[in-house]
């Protein structure tokens, strides 16, 4: 086992309390947007000691992929870890943003690569050939934007929107008409929504003269009713973003709270957007992004139209499961990743059995919350809330168990593993749990 030490990304939205926080120290006093555990090339984990011939994780992996993956799993993924785990703390609201498909990532990679376009270039749309699937499980009340809603329902959104700027005595503007009529038209509700993204997303002066009057109106009207909430975000979106088609684009997406212990998933072609809340974040190893508004940075429309998914879907929960060995597993349907969570209660009443760290080949796992004590076969190590390690396959099995310190206090301790994924049917029949942090 190999104690890591990770990078923390100091992107705008991030929270400059939130992590610092989680890990009881004092804050940075730079936002701290996400932690990255893992072996991608953006920002590789870095070993604590250096290993021979290996200062960080994708050296050591690279250097003997078989005993650190397993044969199977280094053979699957091409001798690489296949997934990427970060605390994520978002202060404010990211942008709006969709991933491509492993076959989309693989083309707009090598063309980009054949163009010359340099890597760090800021209108550059792909960073590597993979695909990013990516599961959010929240540690606080978390918000976000994930998928397109029902187009009908999506029409009488704007409705409510339209009747509140007639109410503020402004004149509704004819786009906000034009699309009311549009999603209420009938045709395949795909082609609603493609319709009313793509006339958002290509900007304009009256795109921004609708943004500004349904946000004004979004602000000050006392009767949302049931989209109240939708409404304060159009007016919270505006006032980070003024102008922006994101503002509109979301009224389009399903508005989602997650309690802490929630998780959803986010399959390739789903237009997200995360709004505030901290939370523990597992993907395929990939920094793949195509950006559709709420954001300065560069936004290729044509390939964004080429990515998004505009099929209306239901919110896209992960239950947790347990198994026979006392594991808490989230399974969403990615071959790439699982989450595992781990939480050890202390106490004379409590179960102090260790508990097996899920291991598909590889693992990755953090401690959140007091003191744990992980052995293996090649030997133990002791994490503190804050430090993570890499568990390599040849390592198996591994236990994880309450350090002295975290059994001499109530709040035990509380960690999270990912590995390589055991994909499971989310119709499953199978029982749910109570997973409240």
Request: proline share 8%; glycine share 6%.
């Given at each position: 086992m190999?104690?890591?030490?990770n990078t923390i990304r100091p992107y705008a939205w991030g929270s400059t309390t939130a992590m610092a926080g989680l890990f009881g120290r004092e804050p940075s006093g730079e936002p701290e947007a996400e932690m990255w555990i893992g072996?991608?090339?953006?920002?590789?984990?870095?070993l604590v000691p250096a290993a021979e011939g290996a200062q960080t994780l994708d050296e050591l992996i690279s250097a003997d992929p078989g005993p650190t993956l397993g044969p199977d799993i280094a053979a699957r993924f091409g001798g690489e870890l296949p997934f990427l785990a970060k605390i994520l703390a978002a202060g404010s609201p990211l942008s709006l943003q969709v991933h491509p498909t492993p076959d989309q990532a693989a083309a707009g990679y090598a063309a980009e690569e054949a163009a010359g376009v340099d890597r760090g270039a800021r209108e550059r749309n792909y960073k590597?050939?993979?695909?990013?699937?990516?599961?959010?499980?929240?540690?606080?009340?978390?918000?976000a934007l994930c998928g397109f809603r029902d187009p009908d329902d999506a029409a009488e959104l704007f409705r409510t929107v339209n009747r509140a700027i007639d109410g503020a005595g402004r004149q509704v503007p004819d786009l906000l008409e034009w699309i009311v009529a549009e999603l209420s038209?009938?045709?395949?509700?795909?082609?609603?929504?493609?319709?009313?993204?793509?006339?958002?997303?290509?900007?304009?002066?009256?795109?921004?003269?609708?943004?500004?009057?349904a946000a004004a109106a979004a602000a000050v009207t006392a009767d949302g009713g049931a989209y109240a909430r939708e409404l304060a975000t159009v007016a919270e979106l505006h006032g980070f973003h003024p102008g922006d088609p994101g503002v509109l684009i979301s009224l389009l997406l399903n508005r989602v709270s997650l309690e802490p212990g929630d998780a959803v998933y986010l399959p390739a072609g789903n237009v997200h957007a995360y709004l505030s809340g901290l939370g523990v974040e597992v993907m395929a190893s990939s920094d793949n992004v195509l950006r559709g508004g709420l954001t300065s940075k560069h936004v290729d429309v044509p390939e964004l139209l080429k990515t998004v998914d505009f099929h209306p879907v239901g919110i896209p929960s992960v239950a947790a499961e347990r198994t026979g060995a006392g594991q808490e597993l989230y399974r969403p349907p990615f071959e790439e990743f699982q989450l595992q969570r781990l939480q050890l209660a202390s106490g004379p009443d409590s179960d102090a059995a260790p508990v097996p760290v899920a291991q598909n080949g590889p693992a990755v796992l953090i401690v959140v919350r007091g003191s744990m004590l992980l052995s293996s076969p090649a030997g133990s190590l002791v994490l503190e809330a804050g430090q993570s390690a890499f568990l390599p396959a040849a390592d198996a099995p591994v236990t994880a168990a309450l350090a002295t310190d975290s059994a001499q206090h109530d709040d035990g301790a509380l960690?999270?593993?990912?590995?390589?994924?055991?994909?499971?049917?989310?119709?499953?029949?199978?029982?749910t749990l109570d997973v409240s942090v």
């Open positions: 190999y104690l890591l030490r072996a991608h090339s953006g920002a590789p984990s870095v590597d050939r993979n695909h990013k699937p990516e599961m959010i499980f929240a540690l606080t009340p978390f918000e038209s009938g045709h395949p509700a795909p082609e609603r929504l493609r319709s009313v993204f793509s006339t958002l997303i290509a900007d304009g002066d009256e795109v921004h003269t609708a943004v500004e009057l960690a999270f593993a990912v590995t390589v994924g055991s994909v499971v049917s989310q119709d499953s029949d199978e029982p």
